[in-house]
C-alpha cells in the first residue's frame, strides 16, 4: 500500500503539478479522486487536508501538505535521491530557481489561470467564454512572455542549464493553453516555442496525459 | 568596508519591506538602496538588468543577482542558516514543508486581496487615483473568508506553521502592517480573536519595527 496518497482532480491544474513531480521522481503513490461536482472538496473530512478547500493535498505517512509548489519542493527535497533531480543542493544555483518558481507563481499563474479558465475549463462545463477577460489576459501574458524569451534565449531552461521545478511548475497551464487560441503567443516566441515543445515531451508529463484519458 | 548585500528599493514597499524583515530576522547586514519609483527608475534599463519585470525589489550578494521578495527570503535564509533567528525556515525538512505550506497560502490566497485593498486604501488616494469601492468590496470579502481560516488555524497553532514564529508568519506582515494601521480595515484582523492575538505577537517583534522605523524615516 502506498505511503504517498495525491488527492484531488485530474483537470485541476494543480492536481497536475503535484502528479507530474511523483511521476518523475519515480515514487510510488495512490491517486484519489476529490469530486468537486459534489463539493467533496468543501466537506470536513476534505478540510480537514486543505483547510482551504482546495485540491490537491497530500499524505505521506502521517505529513499532511496543501500547495501544490510547497507539496512539489517538499518531494523534490525529501526525494532528492531518487528520480529525476529537480533542486540544487548549492544555495546560489537554487537561488536562481527559487526566482522562477515565484516569477511562475506570481508573474505567469495568475495570467495563465485565467486564460486556462475562459478557453479551457468554461468550455468543458457549458459555461460562455468572456472575450473581454481573454483579451486582457493574453495582453498581459505577452508582456510575461516578452522576459520569457529574453530569459530563455540565455539560459536553456527558466532555472539555468537543467529542467528544475521552475520549469515544472507550468507545464499544467501550459497544457491547457496548447490547446486553445492562446497558443499563438507561445508559437510566436522561438525560445519559448522550444522550451514548451521540451517540457512537454517529458516521459513524466505524458503519463500524467495518460491518466486524465484513462479517468 | 563594502557590504555584499543590497537590496533596491523603496522601503514603503510591502515586497521590499518583506526582504528587510527577513534580513533584520537574520542579522545580516545590508545596504538599501533607494529607487525613485515616481520618476519611473524602476522601468529604466539598468533596473531592468536586476529585475526584468521593472518591479521592486531586487537583491544581490556577492555575485549572484535575485529577485521577487519570497525567494530572496528563502535564499537569505539557505545562504545565512547559522545566523539570527535560526529556525526562520525551520531546521529539519518536515517543518521546512509546514513552513512553505503557509508561504504559499499567504502567496497565493492572502496577497492577492489584502495588496489589491493596500493599494486602494492607502496608496490610491496618496497618488491621487480614484478607489474602486467594487473592487474594496470584493476584496475586503475574499479577505474576510481568508481570515476566517486563519482564525480556525491560529486556534489549533500559536503561530502558522505551527509554535514557532516562521518565514511564513513573516510573509504576512507587510501588508497587513498597513491595513491595521493606515487604513479602517484593520478591524478585520482586530475583530478575530486569535488573528488579533498573532498580528499583536508577530508585529512586535524587533525585526519589524526596525522596518516600520526605516518606513516612516523614508
Redesign the interface.
Known amino acids: 500500500m502506498a505511503a504517498i496518497k495525491a488527492h484531488g482532480s485530474l483537470i485541476s491544474t494543480a492536481t497536475n503539478r503535484v502528479l507530474v513531480i511523483l511521476y518523475e521522481k519515480e515514487l510510488e503513490f495512490e491517486f484519489v479522486s476529490v469530486d468537486m461536482s459534489t463539493g467533496e472538496h468543501k466537506k470536513d473530512h476534505f478540510l480537514s487536508l486543505n483547510p482551504f478547500g482546495q485540491v490537491p493535498a497530500l499524505e505521506d505517512g502521517d505529513l499532511k501538505l496543501f500547495e501544490s509548489r510547497a507539496i512539489t519542493k517538499y518531494v523534490a527535497y525529501e526525494y532528492a535521491g531518487k528520480g529525476t533531480q529537480l533542486i540544487h543542493q548549492d544555495s546560489k544555483k537554487m537561488a536562481i530557481t527559487l526566482v522562477w518558481m515565484e516569477v511562475e507563481a506570481q508573474q505567469y499563474d495568475p495570467v495563465a489561470s485565467k486564460l486556462v479558465w475562459e478557453l479551457g475549463i468554461k468550455p468543458m462545463l457549458g459555461m460562455v467564454t468572456d472575450k473581454a477577460i481573454v483579451e486582457e489576459n493574453e495582453a498581459k501574458l505577452a508582456k510575461v512572455l516578452d522576459v520569457y524569451e529574453n530569459r530563455l534565449a540565455h539560459s536553456k531552461y527558466l532555472g539555468g542549464d537543467c529542467f528544475t521545478l521552475a520549469d515544472l511548475h507550468h507545464l499544467p497551464t501550459l497544457q491547457y493553453l496548447l490547446g486553445t487560441q492562446s497558443q499563438k503567443l507561445f508559437d510566436s516566441r522561438p525560445h519559448v516555442s522550444a522550451w514548451v515543445a521540451d517540457i512537454t515531451a517529458r516521459p513524466a508529463w505524458l503519463k500524467v496525459q495518460a491518466l486524465r484519458k484513462k479517468h | 568596508m563594502a557590504t555584499p548585500v543590497k537590496v533596491y528599493g523603496p522601503p514603503m514597499s510591502t515586497a521590499v519591506s518583506r526582504v528587510l524583515a527577513c534580513l533584520y530576522e537574520k542579522n545580516v547586514e545590508f545596504e538599501l538602496i533607494s529607487i525613485n519609483m515616481s520618476k519611473g527608475e524602476h522601468k529604466k534599463p539598468e533596473f531592468l538588468k536586476l529585475q526584468?519585470?521593472g518591479q521592486v525589489p531586487a537583491f544581490e550578494d556577492e555575485?549572484?543577482s535575485?529577485?521577487?521578495s519570497?525567494?530572496i527570503c528563502?535564499?537569505i535564509c539557505?545562504?545565512y542558516a547559522d545566523k539570527g533567528n535560526k529556525g526562520l525556515y525551520g531546521t529539519n525538512?518536515?517543518a521546512?514543508?509546514?513552513i512553505?505550506?503557509w508561504?504559499?497560502?499567504e502567496?497565493?490566497?492572502f496577497n492577492?486581496p489584502s495588496s489589491t485593498l493596500v493599494f486602494q486604501l492607502a496608496f490610491a488616494p496618496r497618488m491621487n487615483i480614484k478607489q474602486d469601492k467594487v473592487l474594496i468590496r470584493q476584496n475586503e470579502e475574499k479577505l474576510s473568508k481568508?481570515l476566517d481560516?486563519y482564525e480556525?488555524?491560529l486556534g489549533e497553532a500559536r503561530f502558522l506553521a505551527g509554535d514557532e514564529f516562521s518565514l511564513a508568519d513573516l510573509s504576512h506582515l507587510p501588508n497587513t502592517q498597513y491595513l491595521v494601521s493606515g487604513t479602517d480595515k484593520g478591524n478585520l484582523f482586530t475583530s478575530r480573536e486569535n488573528v488579533g492575538r498573532w498580528w499583536d505577537e508577530i508585529s512586535s517583534r524587533d525585526s519589524w519595527k526596525k522596518v516600520v522605523d526605516l518606513q516612516k524615516g523614508a
Do not use: C
Request: aromatic share 10%.
Open positions: 526584468p519585470f555575485s549572484i535575485i529577485f521577487e519570497r525567494a528563502r535564499y539557505d545562504k525538512p518536515l521546512k514543508a509546514s512553505d505550506q508561504i504559499e497560502a502567496g497565493q490566497s492577492p481568508v481560516i480556525k488555524r
